[in-house]
Nanobody
Framework: QVQLVESGGGLAQPGGSLRLSCAAS????????MAWFRQAPGKECELVAA?????????NYADSVKGRFTISRDNAKNTVYLQMNSLKPEDTAVYYC???????????????WGQGTQVTVSS
């Protein structure tokens, strides 16, 4: 059974930083791509960043976060991270960790494995 537990959210000022963590269990973590999604109230679920399983592998980012956010993973710790710098108010959302596991692949926000972690950017 897949278990994903997000942490690290909170309140940050515009221009500030937060680092999110996702602890994974219940599957062979190193074999699968991982991702972060986010959803603000009344907004669509958005893919923020994704990373393939191999060390040094490729990453993908939403245009809105390129140059500010960095996704990384530690396969020995079954953990994926999202370093968020230069935060903007529009980054305010619940952030969900996700895994590209069979049979359904990424679940997105509405059917997320975990509860997500709230990020609020406000002065």
């Amino acid at each position: 059974q897949v278990q994903l537990v997000e942490s690290g959210g909170g309140l940050a000022q515009p221009g500030g930083s937060l680092r999110l963590s996702c602890a994974a269990s219940g599957f062979t973590f190193s074999s699968y791509a991982m991702a972060w999604f986010r959803q603000a109230p009344g907004k669509e679920c958005e893919l923020v960043a994704a990373i393939i399983s191999a060390g040094g592998g490729s990453t993908n980012y939403a245009d809105s976060v390129k140059g500010r956010f960095t996704i990384s993973r530690d396969n020995a710790k079954n953990t994926v991270y999202l370093q968020m710098n230069s935060l903007k108010p529009e980054d305010t959302a619940v952030y969900y960790c996700d895994a590209d596991t069979p049979p359904r692949g990424y679940r997105g926000c509405d059917e997320s494995w975990g509860q997500g972690t709230q990020v609020t950017v406000s002065s």
